[in-house]
């Protein structure tokens, strides 16, 4: 079964950062585009950050680039997220997914999330 | 437009039938997945594409998508689908994912 388990969330005050891992076992890392997406207390979920397969693409939710950076290590089977000057939004669980895809009837592609981790809280407050 | 909308809560009584819809410009150009969350759980995924389950999810739920409206319907709806659900796609630059803005679902 595909696992996915994130840590490194935590207390942490305004302008601080923080790094997020997501261990990935039981499929092959390497070969999967991931994602990460937060939801704030009480909140809807929101995408935040993907990165390719290989790390050679990163794309990032308005609300966070520039602040936070999507990374990977293939060799370690693990996905990263690097959260730097933490506002009091950023408060959230954290969920790192595996992303895939197919191609419909027109060569189309379609996308989906199709495991996740069970999530690590990041709290931002002074 | 980079949104995805959704009713924020709908109710079916027990054994009956329940749609949930999601409506975006972007679904013009990709189908959307649909995501269950009960609380204090992460989501899971329900539906995918034109009409997919994933293994282990129960044929009550289906899926539809009419131009810029993507549906999930609970076909004999149970006390263990009451969650919150999540509609998801592509934006419209491609690049990037939006969420829908959830539907709570409350089974009587």
């Known amino acids: 079964q595909v696992q996915l388990v994130e840590s490194g969330g935590g207390v942490v005050q305004p302008g601080w950062s923080l790094r997020l891992s997501c261990a990935a076992s039981?499929?092959?890392?390497?070969?999967?585009?991931m994602q990460w997406v937060r939801q704030a207390p009480g909140k809807g979920l929101e995408w935040m950050a993907a990165?390719?397969?290989?790390?050679?693409?990163?794309y990032y939710a308005d609300s966070v680039k520039g602040r936070f950076t999507i990374s990977r290590d293939n060799f370690k089977n693990t996905l990263y997220l690097q959260m730097n000057s933490l506002r009091a939004e950023d408060t959230a669980v954290y969920y790192c997914?595996?992303?895939?895809?197919?191609?419909?009837?027109?060569?189309?592609?379609?996308?989906?999330?199709?495991?996740w981790g069970q999530g690590t809280l990041v709290t931002v407050s002074s | 437009s980079s949104e995805l909308t959704q009713d924020p809560a709908v109710s079916v009584a027990l054994g009956q039938t329940v749609r949930i819809t999601c409506q975006g410009d972007?679904?013009?150009?990709?189908?959307a997945s649909w995501y269950q969350q009960k609380p204090g759980q992460a989501p899971v995924l329900v539906i995918y594409?034109?009409?997919n389950r994933p293994s282990g999810i129960p044929d009550r739920f289906s899926g539809s998508s009419s131009g810029n409206t993507a549906s999930l319907t609970i076909t004999g709806a149970q006390a263990e689908d009451e969650a919150d659900y999540y509609c998801?796609?592509?934006?419209?630059?491609?690049?990037?994912?939006?969420f829908g803005t959830g539907t709570k679902v409350t089974v009587l």
């Open positions: 594409g034109k009409n």
């Open positions: 039981t499929f092959t890392f390497s070969s999967y585009a």
């Open positions: 998801n796609s592509r934006d419209s630059s491609g690049n990037h994912y939006v």
């Open positions: 990165i390719s397969y290989d790390g050679s693409n990163e």
């Open positions: 997914a595996r992303e895939l895809y197919y191609y419909d009837s027109s060569g189309h592609p379609h996308y989906y999330f199709d495991y």
């Open positions: 972007s679904l013009r150009r990709y189908y």
